[in-house]
Structure formats: structure tokens, C-alpha cells
């Protein structure tokens, strides 16, 4: 079975341009999550989908994120306009069943801004 | 503010000694609790989760938890070099919008455990 699958692993790129960031799930399953390390800080919830609907949103810092799961397969979470402190391991986990116990997470994207 | 609390470390245990970590939460809510083991630059593996009152074994390792004193803790028997890591202590949170179903989770720093050969 493959994992949960990330890319780009790394990403570097200038205050005010766009990233997107992309994170294909272990197939069948429903719940797909986006978590954020910032350097020194604990990884921290941004947002859950179940299936192709937004589950909760409410750790998302702000308005220059934005995240879709069309079709309720792969997921990308796009940032614009990138600023300094967006720069962080941005980690996505899916589950199979309803009650979200036994993520599996993906190896993460190192985005850095400068 | 829902805070997971863990000692960022590093803690240091010989090999073939029990590695003691330990975690603290604040809200009293939470119900489901996790462990897991991040090797650097690799991803969050899970490798304990704990529900209820009690000690949960798992080969060398068991999970403590005390909802009273909101305290979470892991022990490693045995402890081996490959046991060095990064372990996070992480709670179910509940959303205020789900109606149900998965939830995220609140995850402390982690603590930086080195065993020594």
C-alpha cells in the first residue's frame, strides 16, 4: 500500500509569490488533514477534509491560505502571496475511518521564504 | 487555549534502561491520546494510542494515562539507540464545526530522547 505521498519535499521561494503545495492520500481514504511545524513551535492542525468537503478550517492562520480537495482524492494547499513567516514543514495525514484514530502522515514539505 | 505540554529535553538513557516521557494537557475534554516518534527530517510515526484510565502495553512500550491529573506518559523498556528520536505527545481536539466524525489533533513540541549505546 502506498503512503501518503507529498510534493515538492522542498520548496524555496520569495516573499510575494505563490506556492502550491500537493498531498495525494492512501487511496480509499476519506479524511485528509493538513498540519504546520514552524521552526521551535509544536506541528499545529490548519485544516481537516472529509472527502471533498471542508471538515473544519479553523487553524488556517489567515485568508493567504487556501486548500481544495476536488474530487475527494489529492489535496493542494496554495499559499498567496507567500510571506516570511509561512516558511515551516507543512505535514499532511490521512485516516480511513470516521474517527480520525491512526493518521498516517506524509514525509511533509520544507517550504522556506525569503 | 488548548496546550499539550511536553520537556523539550534532550533526555539521555543508557541503552537497556526504561526511557520515561511524559505529557501534560490542558483541556480536560480531551478523550483520545497518541504518541508519536519523528525521526529527523522524517515524518510523525504513531506508535501508541491510549483511551482510557490505565497502562497500555505494547511490546517494549506502554502508555500511562491519568485524566484526573491530565498526564500522559510513555515508557520504553529496553531502550536501543534506534529508539532515538523525537517523541510527540499529541490529543484529540474537537472541533466546533464537525458534527461528528474525525477531528485534529493538539500536539506538544516533542521531547528529544538520545539513547546511549
Known amino acids: ?114 | 487555549q488548548k496546550e499539550v505540554e511536553q520537556n523539550s529535553g534532550p533526555l539521555s538513557v543508557p541503552e537497556g534502561a526504561i526511557a520515561s516521557l511524559n505529557c501534560t494537557y490542558s483541556d480536560r475534554g480531551s478523550q483520545s491520546f497518541f504518541w508519536y516518534r519523528q525521526y529527523s527530517g522524517k515524518s510523525p510515526e504513531l506508535i501508541m494510542s491510549i483511551y482510557s484510565n490505565g497502562d497500555k502495553e505494547d511490546g517494549r512500550f506502554t502508555a500511562q494515562l491519568n485524566k484526573a491529573s491530565q498526564y500522559v506518559s510513555l515508557l520504553i523498556r529496553d531502550s536501543q539507540p534506534s529508539d532515538s528520536a523525537t517523541y510527540l505527545c499529541a490529543v484529540n481536539i474537537k472541533s466546533s464545526t464537525s458534527g461528528g466524525g474525525a477531528d485534529g489533533l493538539t500536539f506538544g513540541k516533542g521531547t528529544h530522547l538520545i539513547i546511549q549505546p
Not at chain 1, 505521498?5 to 506556492?19: L, R
Not at chain 1, 500537493?22 to 472527502?51: A, Q, T
Request: proline share 4%; aromatic share 12%; charged share 20%.
Open chain 1, 1 to 114: 500500500e502506498a503512503g501518503v505521498t507529498q510534493f515538492p519535499s522542498h520548496s524555496v521561494i520569495e516573499k510575494g509569490q505563490t506556492v502550491t503545495l500537493r498531498c495525494d492520500p492512501i487511496s480509499g481514504h476519506d479524511n485528509l488533514y493538513w498540519y504546520r511545524r514552524v521552526m521551535g513551535k509544536e506541528i499545529k492542525f490548519l485544516l481537516h477534509f472529509v472527502k471533498e468537503s471542508k471538515q473544519d478550517e479553523s487553524g488556517m492562520p489567515n485568508n493567504r491560505f487556501l486548500a481544495e480537495r476536488t474530487g475527494g482524492t489529492y489535496s493542494t494547499l496554495k499559499v498567496q502571496p507567500a510571506e516570511l513567516e509561512d516558511s515551516g514543514v507543512y505535514f499532511c495525514a490521512s485516516s480511513q475511518d470516521l474517527t480520525g484514530y491512526g493518521y498516517t502522515f506524509g514525509s511533509g514539505t520544507r517550504l522556506t521564504v525569503v
